[in-house]
């Protein structure tokens, strides 16, 4: 498996859609490999306010993700490069349809504020097939993530071996893949 990994959370912030990296895209797109987008620290996302680690876990991996996946998505990434594969990895999916929802908003309201207005909306360009999401097999929303998005998209998050011992992966594909309630009619 080859693909190219970049963070969701950097010093300093930078939006992953800015026309700086547009070389890693075009490198990917012409290797025919994807960009898989990992987060990281919590720093730049406005948890500075926590008391605790138990407060920041549930809230950074997602929030950077949907910074990402919002800056890519308005400065119009996913049309320059419609061909790149993207993945946005350990963080659930339970967030993507709310996204998608608030992006569509954004798009037919507000759309002439976008340094780069798409012909697509953006709910389409998500789940048009290039675009993937790691889920938990236990997520509660996976069924509605797999219908409103597709369950081609979702992708297993094992991080592997990171976190967990290696006897609580055993199962985890298995399980995933036998909940009929997530599967593509």
């Known amino acids: 498996m080859v693909a190219g990994m970049l963070p969701g959370v950097t010093s300093l912030m930078r939006g992953l859609g800015l026309t700086d990296f547009d070389p890693i895209y075009r490198s990917a797109e012409r290797l025919g490999i994807p960009i898989a987008m990992h987060s990281g620290p919590a720093?730049?996302?406005?948890?500075?306010?926590?008391?605790?680690?138990?407060?920041?876990?549930?809230?950074?991996?997602?929030?950077?993700?949907?910074?990402?996946?919002?800056?890519?998505m308005i400065r119009g990434v996913f049309e320059r490069f419609p061909v790149l594969r993207v993945a946005y990895l350990e963080s659930g999916c339970g967030w993507v349809p709310y996204l998608a929802d608030r992006l569509d908003e954004s798009w037919e309201h507000r759309r002439n504020?976008?340094?780069h207005p798409t012909k697509q909306s953006p709910s389409e360009i998500m789940r048009g097939g290039n675009l993937f999401y790691a889920c938990e097999c236990e997520e509660k929303t996976l069924p509605i993530v797999a219908e409103l998005i597709g369950a081609d998209q979702l992708l297993w998050a094992s991080?592997?071996?990171?976190?967990?011992?290696?006897?609580?992966?055993?199962?985890?594909?298995?399980?995933?893949?036998?909940?009929?309630?997530?599967?593509?009619?």
Request: net charge negative.
């Open 43 to 72: 720093v730049e996302l406005g948890l500075d306010h926590m008391q605790s680690f138990a407060g920041v876990y549930p809230l950074s991996h997602p929030f950077a993700q949907m910074q990402q996946l919002t800056i890519m």
């Open 113 to 115: 504020r976008w340094p």
């Open 159 to 185: 991080d592997f071996p990171h976190e967990r011992p290696w006897e609580e992966f055993a199962g985890d594909i298995d399980t995933l893949l036998s909940r009929i309630d997530c599967r593509n009619p």
